[in-house]
């Protein structure tokens, strides 16, 4: 099992989207972990952007992901990432496909919905700027024999 961080951003909740984009993470069979509402401080912001400090688009992203209240969550299923990265989509919303996130959704690269971590080991970087282990919960979801084989 695999662990991946999302947090669907800003514009996401300001667009209602938030159930429709939980919706298709549990549809799809992955276990919510840990869900959180919240603001993104700037402290934060910096920490899981760090990679992007020289490009660009950098501050303007810092002011979009602090901009409003975000839902961050953690999920946990077979090949978590690279399923939740396809659920997404492209970075751009040009080239996200039809039936993706980010492809039924989002026009802009810079107002995209959603945020899914890129590799399983990026994944518990980034949750751990958001969450305690002790608001990580573990369970047993009753149709876990119907989703494995
Ligand atoms: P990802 O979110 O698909 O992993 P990254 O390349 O890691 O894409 O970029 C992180 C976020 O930075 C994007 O989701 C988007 O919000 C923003 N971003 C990336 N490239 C641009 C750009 O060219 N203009 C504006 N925002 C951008
Ligand atoms: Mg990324």
Redesign the pocket.
Known sequence: MEREFIMI?PDGVQRNLVGEVISRIEKVGFKILAMKFHKVTMDQAEKH?A??KE???YE??LE??TSGPVVSMIVEGKEAVKIT?KL?G???PVDAEPGSI?GDYAL?????I?????TPENAIMEYQIYFNDNEIQSYERIDEDWIYE
């Open positions: 951003k952007y990679i992007h490009r660009p688009f303007g992203l979009y992901i990265r997404v492209a970075t751009n980010r802009e690269i810079g107002r995209n959603i945020h899914a971590a890129d």
